[in-house]
């Protein structure tokens, strides 16, 4: 079955400081997409980043930027210059085809002021 | 203002009494998409939705239902609930069902409670 993986659990970063979710994936396929959701507590998910499998170059949205490691079937997402409204939980999620969006299990990001 | 709506956003019912979760979306997208998130799992796929009158399975479809008889809407029916359906439930939706091209578009979400 195809997964992915968040190692981390929770993770916090102390305010402007710059922090590092990781997600691993595992995927046969030549073809797909991979994502970053942000669920803050309204529980609202909202579209982070996204990257398709083909381009070599790290998708960058702003503060947010991904580590795309094709071989290694990897996929962080950085946060530079961290806000307080940064604070929700996040998911990286794959979509192998039009059909089959498979997501992580999130990582809580905690903000310190 | 285009978006994904459901209702109701909460509701706590008890074992076999039939719910539906209402989903509508104003942006004539073809692709809808049911989820569940459960703590330590993430999201689950339901059920989807091609276009009007095509759907099909995705992961956890057992105890749920879903039609599709027109193109803004996508109904989630649950015929007989049980406590292990108590969940958080999401419906999504895109332009098209390939999502490199299309952004997906999620409700509010709805808190089920089955006691």
């Known amino acids: 079955a195809q997964t992915v993986t968040q190692s981390q659990p929770e993770m916090s970063v102390q305010e402007a400081e710059t922090v590092t979710l990781s997600c691993t994936y595992d995927?046969?396929?030549?073809?797909?997409?991979l994502f970053w959701y942000k669920q803050p507590p309204s529980r609202q998910m909202i579209l982070v980043i996204r990257?398709?499998?083909?381009?070599?170059q790290n998708a960058t949205e702003n503060r947010f930027s991904v580590n795309f490691q094709k071989a290694a079937k990897s996929f962080s997402l950085k946060i530079s210059d961290s806000q307080l409204g940064d604070a929700a939980m996040y998911f990286c999620a794959s979509a192998y085809n039009n059909n089959d969006m498979r997501f992580g299990a999130g990582t809580r990001l905690t903000v310190k002021p | 203002e285009a978006q994904v709506t459901q209702n109701p956003r909460y509701l706590i019912t008890v074992t076999g009494k039939k719910l539906t979760v209402t989903c509508s979306q104003n942006m004539n997208h073809e692709y809808m998409s049911w989820y569940r998130q459960d703590p330590g799992l993430g999201l689950r796929q339901i059920y989807y939705s091609m276009n009007v009158e095509v759907t099909d399975k995705g992961d956890v479809p057992e105890g749920y239902k879903v039609s599709r008889k027109e193109k803004r809407n996508f109904p989630l029916i649950l015929e007989s609930p049980s406590p292990n359906q108590t969940s958080l439930y999401f419906c999504?939706?895109?332009?098209?069902?390939?999502?490199?091209?299309?952004?997906?578009?999620f409700g509010p979400g709805t808190r089920l409670t089955v006691t």
């Open positions: 999504a939706s895109s332009l098209l069902g390939g999502w490199g091209s299309s952004e997906q578009y």
């Open positions: 990257q398709e499998a083909y381009k070599q």
């Open positions: 995927t046969s396929e030549s073809d797909y997409y």
